[in-house]
């Protein structure tokens, strides 16, 4: 599989010894998460126990040359594929398609794509090898497992087939409330922030959010007697009407999800709040996902 240190025509050259052997490289393996396409073979490859990248997600907003980006701090793997002589190369829209929809098949969500050349700019000093911040056949993958969150970003060549990877790992979010402490919480505090999963730009809960559901069911069971607001929460990524929608729809779907797990729906209301109730610094990719969040309210 040819590298793709996806080359910007004439500003950027690509010398990659091991290409005339149209083998992989030594010590180059593919990542678990993907099979690589029919006909390629890994050109080069490098890992890190631990590095920051910069991921880039959404669309570009006006006035800016970059997109907004998640900081990823942990362990970094860059993995790039080249056709072998002789193989019809796909693509780069048909690469990208493919990741997208292998993606979706495996549970991830896509945080950003962007089919063509330099449809949008992004951070290239923290996202190293991938080119010149210019996109290419794009795509921004999230996978959550358990604790883990893998990101993957994704630059298909337009015309010859190469691509590459950089896929990045870290610790989930996690709710920072125990299960014991959620009713105290709620009676002592009047308050508990859940972080629920969602896909991206929707209202359908994640599996992995089961746990936390539950949890916050148990602490109504437990204090009977309140009734609660649900009140869903966003970042200010994106447009704040889409976003006032976006709460107001997560917000009934938490709250079904809570009747769904034995309680009464008149001890519930749901209410969307958009981005305009941050509790965190939405410059940051940890107070973005801070801001993420549905909130139980004692009414």
Same mark, same amino acid.
């Given at each position: ?5 996806? #080359?910007?025509?004439?500003? #950027?050259?690509? %010398? ?11 010590? #180059?393996?593919?990542? &678990?998460?993907? %099979? ?19 991921? &880039? ?25 080249? =056709?072998?002589?002789?193989?019809? &190369? ?99 505090? $009047? ?13 359908? =809960?994640? &599996? ?7 949890? *916050?069911?148990?602490?109504?069971? *437990? ?22 929608? +976006? ?15 034995? =309680? ?7 209410? $969307? ?22 909130? +139980?309210?004692?009414?």
């Amino acid at each position: 599989m040819k590298k793709l240190l996806f #080359c910007i025509a004439i500003l #950027c050259v690509l %010398t990659i010894p091991a290409a005339l052997a149209q083998e992989d490289l030594e010590g #180059c393996k593919d990542h &678990p998460l993907f %099979t690589r396409f029919p006909g390629m073979y890994l050109a080069d490859c490098d890992k890190s126990q631990f590095d920051l990248r910069g991921f &880039p997600v959404g669309q570009m907003k006006p006035g800016k040359e970059t997109l907004a980006s998640v900081e990823v701090e942990g362990p970094v793997q860059f993995l790039g594929y080249q =056709i072998k002589e002789g193989v019809t &190369p796909p693509s780069g829209l048909q690469i990208m398609r493919n990741f997208e929809a292998a993606a979706k098949k495996a549970g991830g969500t896509i945080e950003g794509q962007w089919p063509g050349w330099c449809k949008a700019g992004y951070d290239v000093e923290r996202m190293p090898r991938m080119g010149n911040g210019c996109t290419s056949y794009a795509l921004t993958m999230k996978f959550v497992k358990g604790t883990k969150e893998t990101w993957v970003f994704l630059q298909a060549s337009e015309r010859d087939g190469n691509y590459q990877l950089m896929l990045s790992e870290r610790e989930a979010m996690k709710q920072e409330v125990a299960v014991n402490e959620l009713a105290d919480k709620l009676t002592k505090d $009047g308050f508990v922030s859940l972080y629920v999963n969602f896909d991206t730009g929707k209202a359908t =809960i994640k &599996p992995d959010s089961a746990k936390t559901l539950d949890d *916050a069911a148990g602490a109504l069971k *437990a204090a009977s007697s309140l009734k609660v607001e649900v009140g869903g929460h966003t970042d200010n990524v994106g447009a704040a009407d889409a976003n006032q929608k +976006l709460s107001q729809d997560r917000a009934q779907a938490v709250m079904a999800a809570l009747a769904s797990r034995g =309680i009464p729906a008149s001890r519930m209301t749901a209410k $969307g709040y958009g981005q305009t109730v941050p509790i965190a610094d939405n410059r940051t990719e940890e107070g973005r996902a801070k801001n993420r969040r549905v909130e +139980l309210v004692r009414k």
